[in-house]
């Protein structure tokens, strides 16, 4: 995305938790470097605790998402919820056990 112009107007980003898998934390922290008025970031995730890839992987995607400081240059709230509601994990996993897995 490196031809992607820069937004001025964008001070709040919400990440729905059904919209987590739709990118990566690469391609988060390229929009999030792209939102030079970015005050606000609000990331919902799902219950790490069980799904079949570990807890690796949500480690590495925050890993990589908060390692680039650039990107949250005037970031002054950022809220990280994470979904326990038993129903929609459950569905979410029933998802993910019907998605090809990428190792």
Known sequence: MPSTPSVQA???FLLPRHCR??????TL???FRRLPRLEEIALETWDLSDIHYGFSHGYRYAQ???????SFRNVKSMTVF???NGYFNAVSRLHREELP???
């Open 82 to 84: 994470q979904d326990r």
């Open 29 to 31: 922290s390229c929009m």
């Open 10 to 12: 964008v001070t709040k």
């Open 21 to 26: 898998h739709q990118f990566s934390a690469e």
């Open 101 to 103: 897995r990428s190792h």
């Open 64 to 70: 990589h998402l908060l390692a680039a400081p650039g």
